[in-house]
């Protein structure tokens, strides 16, 4: 069991990294195209015709991958009510029900914006002048599939947790 912790810490710090990676990345695009986007367009009078509509979508990605680097730490959005009354022996369950919960939600919603980007590359929707729409719509499946992901390992590690629990009775 220890071996299987080890591999789940493992998946964890790789996650994490790619996730940060990716944070940077869309926040530094998003800060060069909008302030050459405001340069060119005070002291050049031009602009990148599809530079609004690559912002938007940018938005779009940084709200993705903020969620999912929300959810690495279990911050994402939740009402706690029931943790001020339950005794603490019953923690530790709650908690692999609500996340499993989590991961199915997010593994449906991510099944589904699949269907949505198959959709929209059977009809050929376009974004930014020549730019399939598909492919900037990636984000979404594999955004909610790698929450789906991150608490599909919560659960598993606190399975582990629950078993060792049980174990040393």
């Not at 599809?50 to 999912?68: C, F, N, S």
């Not at 598909?134 to 399975?159: D, K, N």
């Amino acid at each position: 069991m220890n071996q299987i912790s080890k591999n789940l810490s493992r998946l964890d710090r790789a996650g994490r990294m790619a996730e940060d990676t990716v944070l940077v990345i869309i926040l530094s695009a998003m800060i060069l195209l909008a302030a050459a986007q405001i340069v060119m367009r005070n002291f050049l009078n031009i602009g990148l015709i599809w530079g609004d509509e690559m912002l938007r979508m940018l938005v779009l990605w940084i709200a993705v991958a903020g969620a999912i680097a929300a959810s690495r730490s279990d911050k994402h959005i939740n009402i706690a009510v029931l943790d001020r009354y339950l005794p603490e022996k019953l923690e530790l369950p709650v908690k692999v029900v609500i996340h499993l919960f989590t991961a199915v939600i997010c593994g449906i919603v991510a099944w589904h914006s699949t269907q949505f980007v198959m959709t929209s590359r059977e009809f050929g929707d376009i974004l930014m002048g020549n730019v399939p729409a598909w492919i900037p719509q990636l984000i979404m499946p594999v955004g909610f599939g790698l929450i789906c992901y991150r608490y599909t390992l919560f659960v598993l590690s606190e399975l582990l947790r629950l078993a060792g629990r049980g174990r040393s009775r």
